[in-house]
């Protein structure tokens, strides 16, 4: 078996020859992407049922849908992202060109997640290839069978020297964390996020971290009650709440409480069924651990939804807790699973206070109809990305930076964002021959009043 070492230096080789670096290369390497994804389409689906039972509708529509999006845009855009950049050039310039080359970074690392273990693990691809990098990818050990078959279908479509897929877990990351990458891009918990950038730091090596946290949904007075349920709904228990993006917990104007979870409780069921247990589309918790972990917090507050479960499917009913403080553990810890705790506030202020201070969110929700108060929300909190009288669908839009801040993250991607999270902005100043203005040279005959006033 090949060394993480020996692959690298494999992979290195490969870009030093110049190979990615043309316009063909690329585009043909993202096409053989979506080929490879469209002719394996039916073990994708069966992969990822096995590792998390996803239906295939949200297989479609969260997984593989998303990445032939990515791929044709970045195809469609691939020449225009490419082209040197102009920009213009002072006075003091004069004579001269500026522009700025977009340069592949070189030998990009990719370590993904379980939660959306192919989208999560493809999508920084799309950037990094577009770009004109070579990938090494390190998919999650904890999706096994899409683990298992990115490696192969990456074998099959791709040569290794140029994407290469190394399997494994800590002992392998930290193997493949030693080495030198000319850009890591890290998806997953902020304790793994800081073990990363610091491996990153050994080799001076940039990195974009998109990390987690507790994003909130906040429900305000005048909000279309009935519609925020519904949205509501669909981001925190798509995927059974394993979404780095899903509402975490719901802040509730006290007055529209009421009608309000009612209206959650409608949505539980029409989704999921009146038993999601025994809805064979219903996703469950990766492991063991992490169904523990989630277990612990159905003793918060009151459940009002749900609450029951089955160890031997590791699934877990959409649940709804009431009479949550901010003191109770589920507000300790992002809950990353198909648990909603709800708050309720009376003033606004103080409700938004609360959020600014803790640490800064991956995403935001606000509900509300005054779009006075919601430009006044989405300013006064320091978030990643959100959405107004909507979740999560931010982040399928290729023209908005998906990324957090702070402990949510470093750096963005989606789209054009992709192809810059793996290109190094080269600026280029041409100068002319023609004539040489004189006025930088030390003893010159120019003023000191002629040079502020160029200058100033
Ligand atoms: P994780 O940090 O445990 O694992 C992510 C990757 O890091 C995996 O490939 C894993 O093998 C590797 N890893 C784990 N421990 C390591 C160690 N000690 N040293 C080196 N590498 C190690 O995350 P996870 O459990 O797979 O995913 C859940 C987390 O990811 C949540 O916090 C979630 O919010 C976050 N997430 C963020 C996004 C985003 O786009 N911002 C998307 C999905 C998930």
């Not at 996803?54 to 845009?73: C, N, P």
């Not at 340069?103 to 004109?132: D, K, R, T």
């Not at 719901?250 to 809805?279: G, M, Q, T, W």
Request: proline share 5%; net charge neutral.
């Amino acid at each position: 078996m090949e060394t993480t070492e020996k692959a690298v230096s494999n992979v290195r080789a490969y870009f030093l020859n110049g190979n990615t670096v043309s316009y063909e290369f690329r585009k043909k390497q993202l096409e053989n992407l979506k080929q490879m994804l469209k002719k394996n389409e039916s073990q994708i689906y069966r992969a990822l049922k096995r590792d998390l039972n996803k239906s295939r509708y949200e297989v479609y529509t969260t997984e593989l849908g998303f990445l032939f999006s990515e791929i044709d845009f970045a195809v469609k855009n691939l020449r225009s992202w490419m082209e040197p950049e102009k920009v213009p050039s002072p006075i003091t310039h004069k004579g001269s060109k500026s522009y700025i080359l977009k340069e592949p970074f070189g030998v990009a690392l990719v370590i993904s997640p379980w939660n959306y273990p192919l989208q999560l693990a493809l999508a920084p691809v799309i950037g990094a290839i577009s770009a004109g990098n070579c990938v090494v990818l390190k998919p999650s050990e904890h999706a096994t069978a899409t683990s298992s078959l990115l490696a192969d279908m990456i074998r099959d479509h791709f040569d290794s020297s140029f994407f290469t897929v190394i399997e494994g877990g800590i002992e392998t990351t930290t193997e493949l964390l030693e080495q030198r990458f000319d850009k890591i891009f890290f998806t997953g918990s902020l304790e793994v996020g800081k073990i990363v950038m610091k491996a990153a730091s050994e080799h001076l090596t940039p990195v974009t971290l998109e990390l987690g946290g507790k994003s909130p949904a906040v429900v305000d007075e005048d909000a279309n009650i009935n519609l925020a349920a519904k949205r509501i709904v669909w981001g925190k228990f798509t995927n059974a709440g394993q979404t780095c993006v899903a509402p975490d917990y719901v802040c509730v104007h006290e007055k529209v409480k009421f009608k309000f979870l009612k209206a959650v409780k409608k949505y539980i069921r029409s989704f999921y069924s009146k038993d999601p247990l025994k809805n064979n589309d219903y996703t469950r918790i990766i492991n063991d651990k992490h169904f523990d972990r989630l277990i612990r917090f159905l003793s918060n507050g009151n459940v009002i939804h749900g609450g029951n479960f089955d160890k031997d499917t590791l699934t877990i009913e959409p649940t709804v807790l009431d009479k949550i403080t901010w003191e109770d553990a589920v507000m300790h810890e992002e809950i990353f699973g198909p648990i909603l705790p709800v708050l309720s506030f009376t003033n606004l202020e103080d409700a938004l206070h609360r959020i600014k201070t803790s640490e800064k969110p991956l995403a935001l929700y606000y509900f509300g109809e005054d779009s006075q108060t919601q430009q006044q929300v989405i300013e006064y909190v320091p978030f990643g990305g959100g959405s107004i009288n909507d979740t999560f669908y931010h982040l399928a839009n290729p023209h908005l930076p998906f990324g957090g801040v702070g402990t949510s993250g470093m750096g963005a991607y989606h789209g054009k964002f992709s192809f810059d999270a793996f290109t190094h902005q080269k600026s280029i100043l041409k100068q002319t021959t023609k004539f040489d203005i004189p006025f930088r040279y030390p003893g010159n005959k120019v003023s000191e009043s002629i040079v502020k006033k160029i200058m100033e």
